[in-house]
Structures are given as C-alpha cells and as structure tokens.
C-alpha cells in the first residue's frame, strides 16, 4: 500500500499540468496622422499609474503601429503623442495647450486637461488590437 502511494505522489506532478503565466499581444494602430513627420511616443502604465514601457513607432501613410509583447493578463492604459518634430517633447502653446497630436487608451478625453486615469484603463485578457485617433 505504502508503494502504491508513494507512486502516485511520484507521478501526480506529471498528471497535473503547470500552470504557466499566459503572455500577451497589445497592438496599437493610430490613425488619421496629419502628416508622416516625426514619430509617435508612447508610454504603457498598470493600474496603478507605474510605468511598464515605453515605445516609440514609425508613421507610415498617416499611422502607426505600435506592439507591446508578453504582458500579462491585467489593467493597463497608455498614452502617447505625434512628435512632429523628432525633439521627444510635446509642443505646446502659451496656454499648455498641445500643438502636436496625443491620444490616450479608449480614446479617452478630458474636458480642461487629461482625461481621469480611470477613463484610460482597459482589461487585457487576450491577444488584443486598439485603434486610436490622436487630437490636434
């Protein structure tokens, strides 16, 4: 009897299967570029407002396509800006108003300002691909 339990505990690590962190794909396509100048800049948060990464993507025929691999499975939000200029800065006016385009996850806007955090942040569960139109 002993040998047959010992068998079983011996073999039940390779019944039950590890359970490995899944990975994912967050692809994000900005569209409606007003010129193919410069770059976009980006920077990815969790939930807590850290920061996870940074990209920065080419814009081609008006957007650009930007991939974050081998995130987990959680909240996330994003923001980013058209660097017209290739300075890594947004231009502003006088009034701190942005003179080059910027976006943020679930094409959130604010009234006077940014958008709340709270209106940026998605759920990544899957494989996923978010379009954003940046305003000028």
């Known amino acids: 009897m002993k040998t047959i339990i010992f068998c079983l505990i011996a073999v039940l690590p390779l ?50 396509i930007i991939t974050f691999d081998k995130l987990k499975a959680q909240k996330y ?15 502003t006016n006088w009034l701190g108003i942005p003179k080059e385009g910027y976006g943020f ?11 709340a955090f709270e209106k940026w942040i998605f759920e990544l569960h899957s494989d996923l691909k978010m ?3 940046p305003k000028y």
């Open 105 to 115: 996850s679930n094409n959130a806007t604010g009234l006077f300002g940014p958008p």
């Open 15 to 64: 019944i039950i299967p590890v359970r490995i962190a899944a990975q994912y794909t967050l692809t994000i396509e900005i569209i409606n570029l007003k010129n193919n100048d410069g770059q976009i800049l980006m920077q990815l948060y969790d939930e807590n407002q850290n920061k996870i990464k940074g990209a920065y993507g080419n814009i081609h025929n008006h957007k650009c």
């Open 77 to 91: 939000a994003f923001k980013y800006f058209h660097d017209d200029n290739n300075n890594n800065n947004l231009e």
């Open 131 to 133: 379009v954003c139109t």
